[in-house]
């Protein structure tokens, strides 16, 4: 049974830098990708970054500059890391497989 | 990047009633491989997306066949032949041909 669950911390304080983990089973990293996608409160979709099967990652132009994903396929995890949050980086986070997705992890910036 | 545009943004319907959403690309979505990957997702209200339909009109396992994608380069369609209260939420189309991958704005159906 496929499974994606993101864990991190619910409340990070502006200009500071966000650690998320997915930590995923059922299937394995090295032959599928794992996408990252936020969705502010109320509002789409936006497609932040994946790590592809071997190991290479793209990024959404708007979040490069900030924007790291990573992975343990030891550990079966996914990670993503993202620096000088802002406000505007209150949403939750999801990570997916495509077909699966995780329940989503909420985050808000705030002081 | 390419811009997904989904219309309209809301659908008010009964149950039982078919519907349609579009979806349009700025760029073909038809990929080196020759295949179009055009995705539709539903987000029921407090849950996570699901997608529904993959390479425009495949459908994913367990999904109902009153769902049905078509289409082909930048201009796409979901259709829901007579909707149940569990179709009730937001839909999206979603690109998978180009980097980075791009969402449309959403299409919110409501009960009438």
């Known amino acids: 049974q496929v499974q994606l669950k993101e864990s991190g911390p619910g409340l990070v304080q502006p200009s500071q830098t966000l650690s998320l983990t997915c930590t995923v089973s059922?299937?394995?990293?090295?032959?599928?990708?794992v996408s990252w996608v936020r969705q502010p409160p109320g509002k789409g979709l936006e497609w932040m970054g994946a790590?592809?099967?071997?190991?290479?990652?793209d990024y959404n132009s708007a979040l490069k500059s900030r924007l790291s994903i990573s992975r343990d396929t030891s550990k079966s995890q996914v990670f993503l890391k993202m620096n000088s949050l802002q406000t505007e980086d209150t949403a939750i986070y999801f990570c997916?497989?495509?077909?699966?997705w995780g329940q989503g992890v909420m985050v808000t910036v705030s002081s | 990047d390419v811009v997904m545009t989904q219309t309209p943004p809301s659908l008010s319907v009964a149950i039982g009633q078919s519907v349609s959403i579009s979806c349009k690309s700025s760029?073909?979505?038809?990929?080196?491989?020759?295949?179009?990957?055009l995705n539709w997702l539903l987000q029921s209200p407090g849950r996570s997306p699901k997608r529904l339909i993959y390479?425009?009109?495949k459908l994913d396992s367990g999904v109902p066949d009153r769902f049905s994608g078509s289409g082909s380069e930048k201009d796409f369609t979901l259709k829901i032949s007579r909707v149940e209260a569990e179709d009730l939420g937001v839909y999206y189309c979603?690109?998978?041909?180009?980097?980075?991958?791009?969402f449309g704005g959403g299409t919110k159906l409501e009960l009438k």
């Open positions: 997916t497989r495509g077909a699966d």
């Open positions: 059922g299937f394995s990293l090295t032959s599928n990708s």
């Open positions: 790590i592809w099967s071997g190991g290479s990652t």
């Open positions: 760029q073909s979505l038809v990929a080196s491989d020759k295949n179009t990957y």
């Open positions: 390479q425009v009109s």
């Open positions: 979603l690109q998978g041909t180009h980097l980075p991958r791009t």
